[in-house]
């Protein structure tokens, strides 16, 4: 089993920036893949970025250039850093992990994912 817990989201103008982490806990085995999720209301959930073991992210073509992925191991951390946000960004944003291969944003659907942590809100404003 493996917990996921996410902090960081809140509401922000457009043009601002977040950084939401998400803390891992359990069996960490299993945790190979990780990735954010996001679901914006009325909307199905999308993959934004996904890193694999070896720290090689990636990511859906409409945050490209604007969110960095990145993990610390040794934290047992995930990192989604967040620029230039949009009102199109707005949503509850999910720390996710799988042992799925490969983990890339392409292949990465959310029937793939094995956890799913609680969520928190991005709200973006113009």
């Not at 073991?53 to 951390?77: C, E, H, L, M």
């Not at 990192?79 to 230039?84: A, G, Q, W």
Request: proline letters at 3%.
């Amino acid at each position: 089993q493996v917990h996921l817990v996410e902090s960081g989201g809140g509401s922000v103008q457009t043009g601002g920036s977040l950084r939401l982490s998400c803390t891992i806990s359990g069996d960490t085995g299993t945790t190979g893949c990780m990735a954010w999720f996001r679901q914006a209301p009325g909307a199905e959930r999308e993959g934004v970025a996904t890193i694999n073991t070896y720290g090689q992210p990636t990511y859906t073509d409409s945050v490209k250039g604007r969110f960095t992925i990145s993990r610390d191991n040794a934290k047992n951390t995930l990192y989604l850093e967040m620029y230039s946000l949009e009102p199109d960004d707005t949503a509850i944003y999910y720390c996710t992990t799988t042992d799925y291969r490969p983990c890339t944003i392409v292949t990465l659907t959310a029937d793939r994912i094995y956890y799913w942590g609680q969520g928190t809100q991005v709200t973006v404003s113009s």
